[in-house]
């Protein structure tokens, strides 16, 4: 800006220097024709020949400052001219690095121009350039893209609605950053993170496909809403997914059911025979309580050897039947001599009308207070009544009698084990009778 100023400033007086020293020059040239001035100014003004005189004296300096202001005013343009083109290379080789960088980019980048109509209102945009990466991301080639427009000749997942939110982000001045989910007919991935930045002519768009980073998200969040042992839902899981269906059944004035089921026992089987048995025990009571219900139920492992269900759109009704189903099958699974030891459940529920507002912790606290009760009953059952207890001694009794190991179990007999598999065969119909009543004798 200096430089500018300078050079007009010389340029300027070095112009007027060289007009005055011509116009003295001039009148130089004409004053002798006139001789002396004119009568009656003689007392008023000097002569005109000795103040040309003293011009034309002066004229030799004149014209050296007027010469040496015009070869500054040179120097400094000739400056100017060198700075300028010196400006020109350094942004050609500045736009030449940063197109080199964007095409070779592992993410997709659009420059795209706003097109306006006679009124100013953009309406569409034109790529003027993209990268292969982009092009690739669209299933296309970069030739192919450069000079198409959104609206018109691009399919709906990057045009449409796109089209206005850009325009959006134009008025607004305000950037896009956001991750969506696309076709994957129309995109090499099925998630991306779409970035849009307002320019001078349009806007910069930034596309990155983060499908791999999705996938292991969702995995990560299974993983830490899943039991590793049983393959079912963990505490964190079953209680963020029950809350959402207790939820829904209320709105939909349905009632549900909720179940809380313990192993009995579990400590001395594993004491007794490992914790390997006592996991392979976990595992078959997670698979008994899976099949026993639907695929909608909801079933979870709370910890240790305690388990959940929740079913929807069931009544008290449904859930002795859903309880029975759990019996017979733990019967049947213990009929088939998988495990070192029979098992056996305590299974308390509770109904949740939709008018029922209390929370998912209550509903919990409720049906283990439910169990609880039972297993009290039970062993006040077992205590009053010592000759089921000889006949069927529980595994601790058995244990201290040093009686343990799968040979001294008790055998049951080959009528017991007809009708518990022909339970479970007809358990396994759908809309099949349950067949003769049955109640498989809880071990203690």
Same mark, same amino acid.
């Given at each position: 800006m200096t430089d500018r100023l300078a050079l007009r400033?010389?340029?300027?007086?070095?112009?007027?220097? =060289?007009?005055?020293?011509?116009? *003295? +020059? /001039?009148?130089? !040239?004409? $004053?002798?024709?006139?001789?002396e001035p004119l009568s009656g100014a003689s007392n008023l003004v000097p002569s005109s020949v000795?103040?040309?005189?003293? =011009?034309?004296?002066?004229?030799? *300096? +004149? /014209?050296?400052? !007027?010469? $040496?202001?015009?070869?500054?005013?040179?120097?400094?343009?000739?400056?100017?001219?060198?700075?300028?083109?010196?400006?020109v290379l350094a942004a050609t080789a500045q736009v030449r690095q940063l197109q080199e960088a964007m095409h070779a980019n592992a993410d997709g980048i659009f420059l795209l121009r706003a097109i306006r109509d006679e009124a100013g209102t953009i309406h569409d945009f034109e790529i003027r350039d993209?990268?292969?990466?982009?092009?690739?991301?669209?299933?296309?080639?970069?030739?192919?893209?450069?000079?198409?427009?959104?609206?018109?000749?691009?399919?709906?997942?990057?045009?449409?609605?796109?089209?206005?939110?850009?325009?959006?982000?134009?008025?607004?001045?305000?950037?896009v950053d956001e991750e969506i989910r696309v076709n994957r007919r129309h995109f090499a991935g099925g998630w991306i993170h779409h970035q849009v930045v307002p320019t001078a002519e349009g806007v910069a768009v930034t596309i990155k496909d983060i499908s791999t980073r999705k996938r292991e998200e969702v995995?990560?969040?299974r993983a830490s809403d899943t039991d590793v042992l049983t393959s079912l839902s963990n505490r964190r899981g079953f209680l963020t997914l029950a809350d959402q269906q207790l939820r829904i059944a209320r709105r939909?004035?349905?009632?549900?059911?909720?179940?809380?089921?313990?192993?009995?026992d579990f400590k001395p089987l594993n004491d007794t025979y490992g914790h390997a048995e006592g996991d392979r025990a976990l595992a078959a009571v997670a698979r008994v309580l899976r099949r026993a219900v639907r695929?909608?139920?909801?079933?979870?492992?709370?910890?240790?050897?305690?388990?959940?269900?929740?079913?929807?759109?069931?009544?008290?009704?449904?859930?002795?039947?859903?309880?029975?189903?759990?019996?017979?099958?733990?019967?049947?699974?213990?009929?088939?001599?998988?495990l070192a030891a029979p098992i056996s459940l305590t299974i308390g529920h509770t109904r949740v009308r939709p008018?029922?507002?209390?929370?998912?912790?209550?509903?919990?606290?409720?049906?283990?207070?439910?169990?609880?009760?039972?297993?009290?009953?039970?062993?006040?059952?077992?205590?009053?009544?010592?000759?089921?207890?000889?006949?069927?001694?529980?595994?601790n009794v058995r244990n201290r009698a040093g009686m343990a190991g799968p040979s001294s179990l008790v055998a049951p007999d080959a009528a017991a084990i007809a009708r518990v598999t022909a339970l479970a065969a007809a358990a396994r119909v759908p809309g099949a009778p349950a067949g003769a009543p049955y109640q498989p004798r809880r071990m203690a």
């Open positions: 400033s010389i340029f300027w007086t070095a112009l007027v220097l =060289f007009a005055a020293v011509g116009g *003295l +020059l /001039s009148v130089g !040239a004409v $004053a002798p024709l006139y001789g000795g103040i040309m005189s003293t =011009f034309l004296q002066a004229a030799p *300096l +004149l /014209s050296f400052a !007027a010469f $040496a202001m015009a070869m500054t005013g040179l120097v400094l343009l000739n400056r100017e001219m060198t700075r300028r083109g010196t400006a993209v990268n292969p990466s982009g092009a690739m991301l669209l299933r296309r080639e970069a030739r192919h893209l450069s000079g198409r427009r959104l609206g018109r000749d691009l399919v709906s997942p990057i045009s449409g609605d796109i089209v206005a939110r850009y325009v959006e982000a134009i008025n607004g001045r305000t950037a995995r990560l969040r939909q004035d349905k009632d549900a059911v909720l179940f809380y089921v313990d192993l009995d695929d909608c139920d909801i079933v979870a492992r709370m910890g240790g050897d305690e388990f959940t269900i929740m079913a929807l759109d069931a009544d008290r009704s449904a859930a002795r039947i859903m309880q029975k189903r759990i019996e017979e099958r733990i019967a049947l699974l213990n009929a088939s001599g998988e008018a029922d507002e209390a929370s998912l912790a209550e509903l919990l606290a409720r049906a283990d207070a439910l169990l609880c009760a039972r297993k009290k009953r039970r062993r006040l059952t077992a205590m009053s009544n010592p000759r089921a207890a000889t006949q069927a001694p529980s595994r």
